[in-house]
């Protein structure tokens, strides 16, 4: 029999889930519902956070939360706390789209939600559930970054810049929480089937897919949430400070 401290099982554990409206933060949301966690599905619509808590069942709640709001982000984790009584898991997943030529006027802006959003949320996030964090006995937080924070896309600095900064705060992270027990991996997602990437054709996705990863296709958000799954068990005790990208091979192939 195999201690707790290794249990292969979320069941009963509370994860905040940002951006999990819809693509993978819904996907994580539906999975470790079904694995039996509580799960507050977080993300700035709140009745497109409350579809979500329809699909995962009474064990979900919704929040809304614009994660560019300092205050908002220490209040909503607050209320989580309060409702739930516990806080066991943090992922923050939420992302926003940020192409942009360096010349154009709206740069600056986009720049900065980019950064506010998926980056500096990510940090006030965790230090909103630190205290909570804290005193579960298999805390985990799981950021979730990009193959654009290993190798760039033209046009694509905010994001880049963003999702870079997201593996440099894991590792710092990582480092700082792990005397406490507490783990803090990267998944970095590659080409995944999200509302971010519906605006590309189908048939480019295909000649995009079949050129640059191993497997020749793109990725669903489900792929992405069992990662997410593995690396929030209590049994994923001596993993941290990593980033796996889920990429279909993206970042092994050369050619």
């Known amino acids: ?6 249990s292969r099982s ?5 994860a905040i889930i940002t951006g999990a409206a819809s693509g993978m933060g819904r996907a994580t949301a539906r999975l470790f519902a079904a694995e039996g966690a509580h799960v507050a599905v977080v993300d700035l619509d709140l009745a497109a956070c409350a579809a979500v808590v329809g699909e995962c069942g009474p064990a979900a709640r919704p929040y809304a939360l614009d994660l560019a709001d300092r205050d908002a982000i ?3 984790v607050a209320q989580i706390a309060a409702d739930f009584g ?3 898991i943090l992922v923050n997943n939420a992302g926003v789209s940020s192409f942009c030529a360096l010349d ?3 740069y600056e802006d986009i720049w900065a939600t980019a950064l506010a959003v998926m980056l500096t949320a990510h940090q006030q996030m965790v230090r909103a559930a630190l205290p909570w964090l804290r005193q579960s006995d298999a805390a985990r937080i799981v950021n979730i970054a990009s193959t654009e924070g290993l190798g760039a896309t033209p046009g694509d600095t905010p994001y880049v810049a963003a999702k870079t900064g997201v593996i440099g705060l894991t590792r710092g992270l990582a480092v700082d929480l792990g005397p406490e027990g507490i783990t803090v991996n990267c998944i970095c997602p590659g080409p995944i089937r999200t509302a971010m990437t519906d605006a590309v054709a189908e048939e480019h996705k295909l000649i995009f897919a079949k050129r640059r990863t191993a497997l020749r296709r793109y990725g669903e958000p489900e792929e ?3 990662m997410t799954l593995s690396l929030v068990l209590p049994a994923a005790s001596y993993i941290t400070g990593v980033a796996i990208p889920v990429d279909g091979g993206l970042m092994a192939r050369n050619a």
């Open 1 to 6: 029999m195999s201690s707790p401290c290794l």
């Open 74 to 76: 220490v209040r909503t």
């Open 224 to 226: 992405v949430a069992h």
């Open 104 to 106: 154009d006027p709206a």
């Open 10 to 14: 979320i069941a009963g554990r509370v």
């Open 86 to 88: 516990r806080i066991d």
